[in-house]
């Protein structure tokens, strides 16, 4: 062994020794250091020492991917140029089994808390919680976050870009915020707050504060790149002032999520790299995966699930579409990569990258197959009843990528970009949806870098590896509430020997009943649905009957990909692996399975009331605080002020340009605009000006009742329960100036991200008419609005 090895080992043995355990964060406050007497000439002065964190303890930055697959990056045998991940995991380590919970919230809990997502109350997605403990996405004091953690032991903290672990009621103006980011440890925050978000017209926070992009997309606006500025800006005004203090940097952009939104100019690269469709994408990448050795020689690629369509068995028309959805795919992974080398150059370029330990998640879940078999289906308009078909989303072929478009993929890429493994997104059961890329990079303190590290490991092992590195011995009480252990094991000891055993035998997964256990080696696990299904045919998910699941058995030991089912052959073994699940399960409150529909309802600042009032002012409330008035009979009031002159501009506004509502004044004239899905614009609009001075406004939906129970059957139940025909009217200081039929009123899509506003319409246009925030001229007093 060399000089410096034997250094590197002698520092990583002494690392696994690991800290003392802390007793209680935040540390009592020290003694007084001065002197008191009677006079000041007698006395000696002394100011509190602030926590300091220990000597030598690294900067650390923690970027976390949305809907990456294993095989999606070029790093590990993808077909997305990836050259900045490429340098880092040249500096460093690629584990290739690493492993997340299968979908958002859930992998960012566990990722940021070292414990299983179900013990921090997400147990699904943020968006479903339901009223149980591992479900209610109520962030439990037991579960300190890292940031406070490392707060507490003297470091700077910040968080950047997707968040969504917050209650959705609780993401109000009024909060509560001790659930934001700024109430779990991060003294900073900007980014946004819920599952997704346009990438170039976004919903932000600073904060707790809703904040606008201060660029529209035509100026150059893009999410991430306005994210990685932040970023640097932020470590910029830190190391003004505190450049001797270490740092935690979490950044977590909207990419790859839906909706897929890209410059064209990335796009371009990839025009025609995609011809070859899903079944050969995949069978390259694997022979790439193999070269790179990121999965062992051994290995074996799966075959292709039961119901996605071969890409011979496709039209000329539907493999032109699919094959211009990868190109943008693959183009929002590749900008995604040069915007995150931008951020990790400004610290090098800073001097720190030799202290600085950069662990980079490739992906919270496996790819996405939640655009559907074709790509049409999107999280919110699927859900209520609407998706494009092929030719239409052929004539919008330009759009895809820009901000006219919300667009996904369709499923069989998903496949392909989580080579070898079957299936992807959602599926606890199988590591397609499981398994994602990690790289580690700290410069002088990995052995052998740009080797492959194949220790099991799972995304709450962050937490611990972190608190080793920096010699943070974890807390027994924060804040005087006493701490759940750890779950997660420290990675610290594989950073110098790539042999050593991995500490993370056992570990369960589940997501929407699919399930899965791993323990030494061995995984059993239960699918229940195909991804793609879960919006086109959401009762499978939310069936019963879980005792009549088929497990299947894998000795992942020998079968890298899950290419062989041992269930028929072992059932003993089976049956073992299914205890431990069970086992597992009731630990952590696994149980009930998919609880969904609640049983109560969700909390909500607008359940059981029927009279909502909005004073001057009012702006960017989400749809969780506001009155669904969608397939309802209601009535909209307004009350303004046009003495200042003539007025223009938005009076209040729902959603955006994928659906919501707006009243407005164009020309003089006053406009109410219902916009389905951006698909269907029906207007009002007055047959007279808008009088100078204060003026009541009313706008009236009554739902036509005489719907025919055939005109129903041609609708879904959810489009049906969401959106209604009726008739509209529009009146001026009581006189009617406006009535129309409305085909199809609700079904706002976008609104679910998109605000409620007062005097302007932030985010997107909910009408073509205008363009955002098209701000009112005048004073709009008071908004009012009526169930019926």
């Not at 090895?5 to 009592?28: C, H, V």
């Not at 790093?75 to 995991?89: M, V």
């Not at 940097?249 to 839906?258: D, R």
């Not at 899905?677 to 009002?684: A, I, N, Q, R």
Request: proline share 7%; hydrophobic share 35%; with cysteine.
């Amino acid at each position: 062994m060399s000089l410096p090895e034997t250094f590197l080992a002698l520092w990583i043995a002494s690392l696994s020794a690991g800290p003392a355990i802390a007793d209680e964060l935040p540390k009592p406050t020290a003694p007084f250091r001065g002197k008191i007497a009677d006079t000041r000439e007698q006395s000696v002065a002394a100011f509190p020492t602030p926590p300091q964190a220990p000597k030598g303890a690294p900067n650390v930055v923690l970027i976390l991917l949305d809907d990456v697959g294993f095989a999606a990056s070029a790093t590990f045998g993808g077909p997305a140029s990836t050259p900045q991940l490429d340098r880092l995991a040249a500096d460093g380590l690629r584990y290739n089994q690493f492993h997340t919970t299968a979908i958002c919230s859930p992998t960012r809990a566990a990722l940021l808390t070292g414990r299983n997502h179900h013990q921090t109350g997400f147990g699904n997605l943020a968006d479903v919680a339901t009223g149980y403990p591992a479900y209610n996405s109520v962030w439990p004091k037991e579960t300190a976050s890292i940031a406070q953690i490392l707060r507490l032991n003297g470091y700077s903290t910040a968080a950047f870009g997707k968040w969504h672990n917050t209650p959705s009621w609780e993401i109000t103006p009024a909060g509560p915020f001790d659930r934001w980011p700024t109430g779990l440890g991060f003294e900073y925050y900007y980014g946004f707050m819920f599952g997704e978000t346009s990438q170039w017209e976004p919903q932000l926070y600073r904060n707790t504060v809703a904040v606008e992009p201060l660029k529209k997309p035509e100026q150059g606006y893009h999410l991430t790149t306005d994210l990685v500025d932040d970023a640097i800006h932020w470590l910029h005004q830190h190391d003004a002032v505190a450049s001797e203090k270490p740092f935690f940097l979490y950044f977590a952009p909207g990419a790859t999520h839906a909706p897929l939104h890209v410059p064209k100019d990335w796009i371009a690269k990839y025009e025609g790299k995609f011809g070859q469709g899903w079944d050969k994408l995949r069978e390259e990448s694997f022979r790439r995966q193999k070269a790179l050795g990121v999965v062992p020689a051994n290995a074996e690629l799966t075959p292709r699930p039961d119901g996605l369509p071969a890409w011979d068995s496709l039209s000329a028309e539907q493999k032109k579409l699919y094959a211009r959805q990868m190109e943008v795919y693959a183009a929002f992974l590749s900008h995604t990569d040069d915007e995150i080398g931008r951020l990790l150059k400004s610290i090098r370029d800073a001097g720190k990258a030799e202290n600085t330990l950069v662990l980079y998640v490739v992906g919270d879940n496996g790819g996405s197959a939640e655009g559907g078999l074709t790509g049409s289906e999107s999280n919110f308009a699927t859900l209520q009843g609407a998706k494009d078909d092929v030719p239409e989303m052929l004539s919008h072929l330009s759009d895809l990528g820009s901000p006219l478009y919300d667009n996904h993929y369709a499923a069989g890429w998903s496949w392909a970009t989580t080579a070898p493994f079957p299936w992807m997104k959602q599926v606890a059961s199988h590591f397609g949806g499981t398994r994602n890329p990690l790289v580690v990079s700290w410069t002088g303190h990995v052995q052998k870098p740009e080797s492959v590290r194949a220790q099991f490991s799972h995304v709450n092992d962050i937490a611990p590896t972190i608190y080793e590195a920096a010699g943070i011995g974890f807390p027994e009480k924060v804040d005087g509430v006493a701490q759940t252990p750890l779950e997660g094991k420290s990675l610290v000891a594989s950073f110098a020997d790539p042999t050593v055993k991995s500490q993370h035998t056992t570990q369960y997964f589940e997501i929407f009943g699919n399930r899965a256990i791993y323990k030494d080696g061995w995984v059993a696990g239960a699918r229940r649905y195909a991804p793609w299904e879960l919006f086109s045919d959401i009762t499978k998910v939310f069936r019963g009957g879980f005792e009549g699941d088929r497990w299947e058995l894998y000795n992942v030991a020998d079968d890298f990909s899950e290419a062989h089912d041992l269930a028929g052959k072992l059932p003993e073994k089976l049956q073992e692996l299914k205890g431990e699940f069970d086992k597992e399960a009731r630990r952590n409150g696994v149980y009930p399975l998919v609880p969904i529909p609640a049983p109560a309802a969700t909390p909500s600042p607008v359940v059981g009331k029927t009279h909502f009032a909005y004073l001057s002012g009012v702006e960017r409330l989400p749809a969780y605080a506001i009155p669904e008035v969608g397939a309802r009979s209601h009535r909209l009031t307004a009350d303004v002020d046009t003495s200042n002159g003539s007025a223009e501009g938005v009076i209040v506004a729902r959603g955006g340009r994928y659906g919501g509502y707006s009243l407005f004044v164009k020309d003089g004239k006053l406009v109410y605009e219902s916009n389905t899905f951006g698909k269907v614009h029906e207007t009002l609009a007055s047959s007279r000006p808008l009088p100078k001075g204060k003026s009541h406004i009313a706008f009236e939906f009554d739902v036509d009742r005489s719907l025919t129970e055939s005109a129903k059957g041609s609708l879904s139940p959810a489009l049906v329960s969401k959106s209604r025909p009726g008739t509209a009217t529009l009146s001026i200081d009581g006189v009617e100036v406006a009535r129309a039929h409305f085909s199809q009123f609700g079904s706002f899509g976008s609104s679910i991200t998109e605000p409620f506003d007062l005097g302007k319409d932030s985010g997107s246009p909910v009408s073509n008419a205008y363009e955002s925030p098209f701000a009112f001229t005048g004073n709009v007093e008071k908004v009012e609005i009526d169930l019926k």
